[in-house]
């Protein structure tokens, strides 16, 4: 296991992260985001989103479970699950999503990841004053706010295990 910290300043510097990872994830690659409400989870999957290609605007799946997004040319769907609201990892898989054909991201997914990959990229975003403000209705919508985040990659197995953020986005965050 591999780990890199990164200070993120504003929600576009968060959604310019996500556009980085879009380069180097591709079908069946898993992506865990763990952090508060309103961190920027939602916000770093749009710049994903965009990056791949897909349809639909992205939104916090916290009240469906699972949402895909469909890709627009040849690329990966994008799966963006929120795992708040699940009470073990069989519920995960009983979602019966098509895991290896997408770029999966799983909002709270640490404790579920582990039943549908052996390797997988997780970020965890911490904000300095977290719970100032939070988003109550899980719409991620104090992520806008530019505030300073701390996003910490550690890379499980041997995919990823060269991947750094500073790598991944170079001067661009």
């Known amino acids: 296991m591999t780990s890199t910290t990164l200070r993120i300043s504003t929600a576009a510097d968060m959604e310019r992260l996500g556009a980085a990872l879009g380069r180097v994830l591709g ?3 898993v992506l865990v985001l763990n952090g508060p409400l309103g961190a920027g989870k939602t916000t770093l999957v749009r710049g994903l989103g965009e990056a791949l290609g897909v349809r639909g605007a992205v939104s916090s799946p916290t009240f ?11 690329g990966p769907a994008l799966i963006h699950v929120d795992a708040y609201r699940l009470s073990s990892a069989l519920e995960l898989d009983d979602l019966d999503l098509d895991l290896d054909s997408a770029v999966t991201v ?3 997914g640490g404790d579920v990841v582990g039943a549908i990959a052996d390797e997988w990229l997780e970020l965890e975003i911490a904000r300095p004053r977290a719970g100032e403000g939070d988003a109550a209705d899980g719409d991620d919508a104090d992520a806008e ?9 550690r890379a499980v197995g041997d995919r990823f295990a060269a991947l750094t953020l500073a790598g991944l986005v170079g001067d661009e965050a």
Do not use: K
């Open 27 to 29: 079908r069946g690659d």
């Open 64 to 74: 469906i479970i699972a949402r895909t997004h469909p890709p627009l040319a040849d």
């Open 106 to 108: 799983i909002e709270w």
């Open 145 to 153: 706010v530019d505030e300073p985040r701390d996003v910490t990659l």
